[in-house]
């Protein structure tokens, strides 16, 4: 690599449970800060969109984040949804923030539809509440 980074990236850390991800993002995040450009870091962990939600998901504490801008973590209240269309927009719009700002993105987490949502060309059909009512209705009657 060289002493200069040539333009901002998006970098994806992502794995199953316990395998690392979060100490691997930020000895990334602190490499391209030693060549010339710093990086954010984006959650991709649906449990970590929720406050209070520390014990269980290996969330970092504040103190741990060695000063590295977090993005999209305690974002939610337990009692919010936590929809993928609504994670790949907010998800898309803090990336590229980080990228106008001149600095690297990484994506981090193991929730691969929440992962894939950002990285691959997925669209939503917006919610059709109607349609639901009639599908919940026949799960109540069919079973």
Same mark, same amino acid.
């Given at each position: 690599?060289?002493?200069?980074?040539?333009?901002?990236? #998006?970098? $994806?850390?992502?794995?199953?449970?316990?395998?690392?991800?979060?100490?691997?993002?930020?000895?990334?995040?602190?490499?391209?800060?030693?060549?010339?450009? @710093?990086?954010?870091?984006?959650?991709?962990?649906?449990? %970590? !969109?929720?406050?209070?939600?520390?014990?269980?998901?290996?969330?970092? @504490? +504040?103190?741990?984040?060695?000063?590295?801008?977090?993005?999209?973590?305690? +974002?939610?209240?337990?009692?919010?949804?936590?929809? +993928?269309?609504?994670? %790949?927009?907010?998800?898309?719009?803090?990336?590229?923030?980080? #990228?106008?700002?001149?600095?690297? $993105?990484?994506?981090?987490?193991?929730?691969?539809?929440?992962?894939?949502?950002?990285? &691959?060309? &997925?669209?939503? @059909? @917006?919610?059709?509440?109607?349609?639901?009512?009639? !599908?919940?209705?026949?799960?109540?009657?069919?079973?």
């Amino acid at each position: 690599m060289s002493a200069e980074v040539d333009s901002a990236r #998006l970098y $994806a850390v992502v794995g199953a449970t316990g395998t690392g991800k979060s100490d691997l993002s930020l000895r990334l995040a602190d490499g391209l800060a030693l060549h010339g450009r @710093p990086a954010e870091i984006v959650n991709a962990d649906a449990m %970590q !969109l929720y406050r209070g939600m520390d014990i269980g998901t290996a969330k970092l @504490p +504040v103190a741990e984040r060695r000063g590295i801008p977090h993005h999209l973590l305690d +974002v939610l209240e337990v009692t919010d949804d936590a929809a +993928v269309a609504w994670y %790949q927009m907010a998800a898309r719009a803090a990336i590229e923030g980080i #990228l106008a700002r001149g600095s690297h $993105a990484i994506l981090v987490g193991g929730s691969g539809l929440y992962v894939s949502s950002v990285l &691959f060309d &997925f669209r939503f @059909p @917006p919610r059709d509440e109607a349609r639901r009512a009639e !599908l919940e209705a026949d799960l109540e009657r069919l079973g």
